[in-house]
């Protein structure tokens, strides 16, 4: 599976954003798909994962009620609607999978493709 994350941008606080992850390869709905970010000095973090069929998520607390994880499995795309932007956000994006598991979607360690990412800065 090659995942191509793109989307990111410069905005400010407020503002919205939609990421996506385009996803190559045969089966697209046999993967849970994940979003994590990284910013400068800190360890990569997650955001929000959704299982290969869409109907179970999760999402890191500090994205909760603002981000909203999707996907399209006839396009084999992934997407990231990011809401009311906080300079926090600014990091770099990168979307991930592993084959189904429908749960424990935190853990980096249990993903076994990676996008590139996609910065995402937002300005105060």
């Known amino acids: 599976v090659q995942l191509q994350a793109y989307g990111g941008g410069l905005v400010q606080a407020g503002d919205s954003l939609r990421l996506s992850c385009a996803a190559s390869?045969?089966?697209?709905?046999?993967?849970?798909m994940g979003w994590f970010r990284q910013a400068p000095g800190k360890e990569r973090e997650f955001v929000a994962g959704?299982?290969?069929?869409?109907?179970?998520?999760a999402y890191a607390d500090s994205v909760k009620d603002r981000f909203t994880i999707s996907r399209d499995n006839a396009k084999n795309t992934v997407y990231l609607q990011m809401n009311n932007l906080k300079p926090e956000d600014t990091a770099v994006y990168y979307c991930?999978?592993?084959?189904?598991?429908?749960?424990?979607?935190?853990?980096?360690?249990?993903?076994?493709?990676w996008g590139q990412g996609t910065q995402v800065t937002v300005s105060s």
């Open positions: 991930a999978a592993r084959r189904n598991r429908n749960s424990g979607y935190i853990s980096r360690y249990t993903y076994d493709y």
């Open positions: 959704m299982s290969g069929g869409g109907d179970s998520t």
């Open positions: 390869g045969r089966i697209f709905s046999m993967y849970d």
